[in-house]
């Protein structure tokens, strides 16, 4: 019993989801939610993610110049 309902939800993934993701046009729906939003909604997401990412751009790079001063320092 176990085989065959894991054959049967293979048969459905492998056949079936194509064609259901192909119905559902994501792009068109989150184009959809973003444009129904506020602007200063969208700001204000777009900056907090932008924030984000910058912090941890900026960590990143002032561990990888810590790592490089140190290894300046050992070789010197």
Known sequence: MKEIAI???KTIITEQL???MDS????KI??????GM???DTEKITYSVLNK?????VW??????GIIGLAN???L
Do not use: F, H, Q
């Open 38 to 40: 506020d602007m200063s």
């Open 7 to 9: 054959n049967s939800y």
């Open 60 to 65: 990143l790079g002032a561990l990888l110049g």
């Open 24 to 27: 559902i046009d994501i792009k």
């Open 53 to 57: 990412e910058l912090k941890a751009i």
């Open 73 to 75: 320092i050992i070789i």
């Open 18 to 20: 194509p064609t259901m």
């Open 30 to 35: 989150v184009e959809d939610r973003i444009n």
